[in-house]
């Protein structure tokens, strides 16, 4: 059974940084596609981006430049590393596993304060 687990949310001040891990369980991490999204209060869940098993890397628009998703495979663990937070970026933020999305962590919250 597929396990991920978020770490590392919190209340930062706008133009803060945080960085989140996501460890994974029950499934070969180093072939799998790794991504980040999040969903703000009243609004759909959005992709942050997502990191390939050979290290590539793809952004959504809004978070480019700013975010940077990395891996580690020997600790199973992805991250997000989150720079020049703005207040917009107030949400959970869910780790997923797959091209498909099939597995999904619990989210942990990230509060940008103004």
């Known amino acids: 059974q597929v396990q991920l687990v978020e770490s590392g949310g919190g209340l930062v001040q706008a133009g803060g940084s945080l960085r989140l891990s996501c460890v994974a369980s029950?499934?070969?991490?180093?072939?799998?596609?790794m991504g980040w999204s999040r969903q703000a209060p009243g609004k759909q869940r959005e992709l942050v981006g997502y990191i390939s098993s050979d290290g590539n890397t793809m952004y959504a628009d809004s978070v480019k430049g700013r975010f940077t998703i990395s891996r580690d495979n020997a600790k199973k663990t992805v991250y997000l590393q989150m720079d020049s937070l703005k207040p917009e970026g107030t949400a959970v933020y869910y780790c997923?596993?797959?091209?498909?999305?099939?597995?999904w962590g619990q989210g942990t919250q990230v509060t940008v304060s103004s």
């Open positions: 029950g499934m070969l991490f180093s072939i799998n596609r």
């Open positions: 997923y596993a797959g091209v498909r999305a099939s597995s």
